[in-house]
């Protein structure tokens, strides 16, 4: 079974603090994700990686950052934690073509006050 | 511009009863099509996929259905039982658009089986 990990369940940081948001996947997958997930706006993708040290933006990147040193790890980074950040973090991976299939960690539950 | 939209947000049926959930798709690029389920606190897990090449893809309980011409797809979960109220996501790929790794998802409908 593929397993991705994400380093919090949840976490409660201050307005301007720097947060680091860790995810692993077991699989050796190509590809890695990062969502948030808010009531009723769904699933929105800020960052992507198809390949170590490659990213791109998604839908949604202002205010984030990503790293990806490793094929195993895929880091967001929230520069300076604003209040608007306070969100469900989900991080997914895939191995790619053929298979399209996203799996996904369980989730950071991430606060700013 | 939502290119995937599942415009129910909430769905509600009786324990054994059929559920419909639907989702419509405005990029006609879109070729590959996922169905998800989620649980509070719990991240997303994959229920069921379909290729633009068929038009119905089925797994025990839960068949989805694609209708290109109408740009629209729906997921049938018969019978339904208490344990499948969840959020049920639309998500949609263009595999041959280059961005075959990317998926773009619905807002989501709540489902609620009642006993």
């Known amino acids: 079974d593929v397993k991705v990990t994400q380093s919090s369940r949840y976490l409660v940081k201050r307005t301007g603090e720097k947060v680091f948001l860790e995810c692993v996947q077991d699989?050796?997958?190509?590809?890695m994700f990062w969502y948030r997930q808010d009531p009723g706006l769904g699933l929105r993708l800020i960052y992507f990686?198809?390949?170590?040290?490659?990213?791109e933006k998604g839908d949604i990147p202002e205010g984030y950052s990503v790293s990806r040193e490793k094929k195993e790890r895929f880091s967001l980074i929230l520069e300076s934690a604003s209040t608007n950040q306070t969100s469900m973090y989900l991080c997914?991976?895939?191995?790619?073509?053929?298979?399209?299939?996203?799996?996904f960690g369980p989730g950071t539950r991430l606060t700013v006050t | 511009d939502q290119q995937v939209k599942q415009n129910s947000p909430s769905l509600s049926v009786q324990e054994g009863r059929i559920s419909i959930l639907n989702c419509d798709y405005t990029?006609?690029?879109?070729?590959?099509f996922l169905w998800y389920k989620k649980y509070p606190a719990e991240g997303p897990t994959f229920l069921i996929s379909i290729s633009s090449i068929k038009d119905k893809n089925e797994d025990g309980r839960f068949t989805v259905f694609l209708n290109k011409s109408a740009k629209h797809l729906s997921l049938h979960i018969v019978p339904s039982q208490p344990g499948d109220s969840a959020v049920y996501f639309c998500?949609?790929?263009?595999?041959?658009?280059?961005?075959?790794?990317?998926?773009?998802f619905g807002k989501g409908t709540l489902l609620t089986v009642n006993p």
């Open positions: 990029n006609s690029m879109f070729d590959y």
């Open positions: 997914a991976s895939s191995l790619g073509s053929p298979s399209y299939e996203q799996y």
């Open positions: 990686s198809y390949d170590v040290k490659m990213k």
């Open positions: 998500a949609a790929s263009a595999r041959s658009g280059g961005s075959n790794y990317k998926l773009t």
């Open positions: 699989m050796d997958h190509e590809n």
